[in-house]
């Protein structure tokens, strides 16, 4: 396998003087999708924002595409390629569509129109509803708003932190078949996703975290299969 585009490692990170997050290492590879699964408090979402530089690492490394990142602020990481989707706060509700998508692009302005012709591509009704206010949309073309954006800067690594939360069942769907679409750009994804059977059923690759700990690393398949984890993590059992 190639080497991968984004590699974690040991990395500790946390907020005032505690960790959340201990000796996390973990990798994402160009064109395929990773999840991190586990139960509420593990510090899934620390990590994914350890990454984007929201969190400062305390120790350990993350190298994007050969250079550390750990060290940078959210900003920097950006202008490394490396985009992020929170969970919540993730639009500007009182601006338009478009509005929303050049703010996006606030790292390059470069090939605007060639990026939005792309997020229009991949989100026809980003074009449509062009000149609606992001807070008139429903939730789940909100989330495709939130996409669009993060797309703008034309990423190498799309950092999703739970994005499915908050849709209907139709829109979750939605949701992972737009991930896959994305993905089959050749753009990594790491996702943190609650739903933890649709996500691991389109990934490559899961990690299940725990205590702040990455507990277990294996193929989307074999995690799916694993009666421990199944039953642990998935609500299912064998």
């Known amino acids: 396998m190639a080497d991968a585009l984004l590699k974690v490692t040991d990395v500790c990170a946390g907020y005032g003087r505690g960790d959340i997050i201990h000796e996390v290492s973990l990798e994402a590879h ?6 991190i699964i586990g139960p509420n408090g593990a510090g899934k979402s620390t990590v994914i ?21 750990g ?9 490394r390629g490396v985009s992020f989707v929170p969970q919540e706060a993730n639009v500007f509700r009182q601006l338009t569509v478009t509005e929303n998508l050049q703010m996006g692009a606030w790292t390059d302005r470069a090939n605007y129109s060639e990026r939005l012709a792309r997020v229009h591509g991949l989100f026809p009704v980003l074009k449509e509803r062009a000149t609606t206010r992001a807070g008139n949309l429903s939730g789940g073309q909100r989330q495709m708003v939130a996409f669009g954006m993060a797309l703008m800067v034309d ?13 209907s069942p139709v829109m979750v769907e939605q949701m992972f078949d737009t991930v896959r679409e994305v993905n089959a750009t050749g753009i990594a994804v790491l996702m943190v996703e609650q739903n933890a059977i649709q996500a691991l059923r389109i990934s490559h690759h899961g990690y299940v975290m725990a205590a702040g700990q990455i507990v277990l690393a294996d193929n989307a398949a074999n995690l799916l299969d694993n009666e ?3 039953e642990l993590y998935l609500g299912t059992r064998a």
């Open 30 to 35: 160009a064109g395929q999708i990773a999840t």
């Open 155 to 167: 990423p190498q690594v799309l950092l999703l932190d739970e994005p499915s939360a908050g849709l």
């Open 228 to 230: 421990e984890v199944s």
């Open 49 to 69: 924002k350890t990454i984007a530089g929201v969190l400062r690492r305390r120790t350990g490394s993350i190298i994007v595409d050969g250079q550390e990142i």
């Open 71 to 79: 060290g940078l602020g959210a900003s920097d990481v950006a202008r």
